[in-house]
Nanobody
Framework: QVQLVESGGGSVQAGGSLRLSCAASGYSFSSGCMGWYRQAPGKEREGVATIYTGRGLTYYADSVKGRFTLSQDNAMKTVYLQMDNLKPEDTAMYYC?????????????????RGQGTQVTVSS
């Protein structure tokens, strides 16, 4: 059974940085994908970034490209989302998600497995 545990959310001022972590268990790092999506109150879920953990390929939403960076630690089975130059519009609940194979093409909001979420709040 896949379990994802996020950590690292918090409150920062605009221009600041946060690093989110997602520790996975029961998940195959060699053949799957992990990603992050976010949801602000009253808004649709938005895919933020995806990493194909077997190949290290990363994809980012245009809204975060150049500011957010994914990385992975295979030994710890953990994926990190480094968020720099944060903006108030980045404020949302951030969720880690995982899936495998062709289902990865659906994007993080539709991945099968997800964590409990971690809040990110950016003040102006």
């Amino acid at each position: 059974q896949v379990q994802l545990v996020e950590s690292g959310g918090g409150s920062v001022q605009a221009g600041g940085s946060l690093r989110l972590s997602c520790a996975a268990s029961g998940y195959s790092f060699s053949s799957g994908c992990m990603g992050w999506y976010r949801q602000a109150p009253g808004k649709e879920r938005e895919g933020v970034a995806t990493i194909y953990t077997g190949r290290g390929l990363t994809y980012y939403a245009d809204s975060v490209k150049g500011r957010f960076t994914l990385s992975q630690d295979n030994a710890m089975k953990t994926v990190y989302l480094q968020m720099d130059n944060l903006k108030p519009e980045d404020t949302a609940m951030y969720y880690c998600a995982a899936d495998a194979g062709l289902l990865c093409l659906r994007g993080p909001p539709d991945f099968k497995h997800r964590g409990q979420g971690t809040q990110v709040t950016v003040s102006s």
